[in-house]
């Protein structure tokens, strides 16, 4: 699927069943959809190179707790990593923010999670 230079569709969200999303690679340059919170059975999000995000990391892509690997990297993600990250995605295995900005120590709860992919 490509969108590049357009929008995420919000509509995306309602398809309930979704297990892996892959958007990687276009060029977004607004925020992700709310509505991409409601994909509750999401275990694959691929979301690297789409320089989205303005800011910190989006709460919403911690709202899908069934998220086991997370793709975050090439973006413009700056700030730190929240503590409450951990808590809302404990079955994450992969987690992916290499080329970003962040900034701060990575919170120890991080540590907690069961990874098996590539490091942070």
Not at 80 to 90: R, V
């Amino acid at each position: 699927m490509n969108f590049s230079g357009g929008t995420i569709p919000p509509q995306l969200g309602n398809l309930s069943f979704l297990v892996s999303l892959d958007i990687s690679r276009n060029n977004f340059l607004i925020e992700l959809p709310h509505e991409l919170a409601h994909l509750r059975r999401l275990r694959y999000l691929n979301l690297g190179s789409i320089f989205c995000f303005m800011g910190s990391l989006p709460p919403s892509v911690c709202n899908m707790s069934n998220l086991e690997t997370l793709w975050l990297s090439f973006n413009s993600i700056d700030g730190t990593i929240p503590a409450e990250f951990q808590s809302q995605c404990s079955l994450l295995q992969v987690l992916s923010l290499s080329m970003n900005h962040l900034t701060g120590i990575i919170p120890k709860q991080i540590g907690n999670l069961m990874m098996r992919g590539p490091t942070i």
